[in-house]
């Protein structure tokens, strides 16, 4: 295992599901003290057939829409690329700017207000659709729901509960479905991971995304193994990134250790440095 550092993490076994900032996690990581294992657990995978999101710029194009709700900077990124692959880039963005542009956190705020798209409202900290819907009935005047076309940006997962809630406050909803998330193409390190959490060779485990989550217990179950894992990770630290992978975490059957103060990757490796013994022992603790 080699020399550990004896501060913040002190030595304990770190996993981690991060994908596209892995090499980023795993230093953090080993900075606070911890000895780190990274798996990829997903990739990014723009849709094959973008039908919905060019017809999607053809309906704002054409006054379709009265209001837009934007989930991600991906998404936001994503349709921008569509709309310029028809030629449509800027008719799209002189479109956008004479509806209302919501945005659910920070990421397609700064893809979408450089380019000249005024957005009417943003979601509050820790920025998920329950902080979206109450921005919404707080500004029913700004952003009308009740008999208007309001299209939602989806992030890969369909969530459910948000378009119900917006067809409850009486809007007719446009799914815009941009990218999926779709497991890794190498399978093996995931399965690795798996087994490292039945072996006891884990003590803290960290879940930046639901879809991290989803996966991780849909290849236990391929492998016969999802009652173990659960099993298994009640005897670690699991720390979430925020609100929205809690709730995954706690529909899977999994405590939730702890949150950060801020849903950023450094206040999660810095939080869960400082906290991660003194929960250990207390799960570990002889009945």
Known sequence: MGEVVKNGFEGLRVLSFESRRGTEMAKLITNAGGVPTVVSSMREVPLEDNHEALEFVREIIAGQIDSVVFLTGV??????????????????????????????????????????????????????????????DANTQNVPLRDKMVAVQEYGATNGELLAALRERGAHVRRVPVYDWQLPEDLEPLRKAVRQILDREIDVVFFTTSVQVRHLMLVAGEMGFAEQVLRSLNHVVIASIGPMTSEELR?????????????????????????????LREKRRPA
């Open 75 to 136: 998404g936001a990124q994503t349709v921008l690329r569509v709309a310029e692959s028809a030629n449509q880039r800027e008719a799209f963005l002189e479109a956008l700017q004479k509806i209302p542009v919501v945005a659910r956190g920070p990421k397609p705020v700064s893809v979408l207000r450089p380019l000249g798209v005024p957005i009417a409202l943003t979601a509050p900290e820790p920025n998920t659709w329950r902080e979206l819907l109450q921005v919404l």
């Open 251 to 279: 529909q899977n059957g999994l405590p939730v250790d702890m949150e950060p103060s801020h849903p950023k990757m450094g206040f999660l490796v810095n939080e869960a440095a400082a906290k991660a013994s003194a929960i």
